[in-house]
């Protein structure tokens, strides 16, 4: 079964041009109403998730919506070049609550099929962001 993909974000900075990132970063200026917010995508504890991966600048945001209940997710790794793993596995994120992992490199973390981080929640009251760091 095919994962749901989490689409990558890129955080409202700008060098040159808008959403190409230079020497500084500055904001486009003004900001507009809704551009700086973070689209949350419900997590799929059926198919479960992934999110494509720039190496070093893929930052991962999660958040538990449910008022009460706590659930978990689990990221997984790849075999480094000595075949170690580093699987986040069964993360608790109390309820209300946000947890944030990476930033990922391709080393460890980039799966082939699909390529990028994939990820498992245990309920779709985990809702996620994937940022593009500059």
């Given at each position: 079964m095919a994962r749901?993909?989490?689409n990558t974000q890129q955080i409202?900075?700008?060098?040159?041009t808008p959403g190409t990132y230079g020497p500084n970063y500055y904001p486009?200026?003004?900001l507009g109403a809704g551009s700086a917010s973070l689209t949350l995508t419900a997590g799929d504890a059926v198919n479960n998730n992934y999110t494509p991966l720039?190496?070093?600048?893929?930052v991962l945001l999660a958040y538990n919506s449910h008022t009460t209940s706590t659930f978990t997710l689990t990221i997984h790794s790849v075999a480094d070049a000595t075949q170690r793993t580093g699987d986040v596995t069964n993360y608790a994120i109390t309820a209300?609550?946000?947890a944030s992992f990476g930033p990922f490199t391709n080393t460890g973390w980039l799966q082939v099929s699909p390529a990028g981080i994939t990820f498992d929640p245990?309920?779709?009251f985990l809702l996620f962001a994937a940022m593009q760091l500059p």
């Open positions: 749901t993909q989490v409202p900075l700008a060098g040159p486009n200026l003004p720039v190496s070093g600048k893929t209300l609550t946000w245990t309920s779709s």
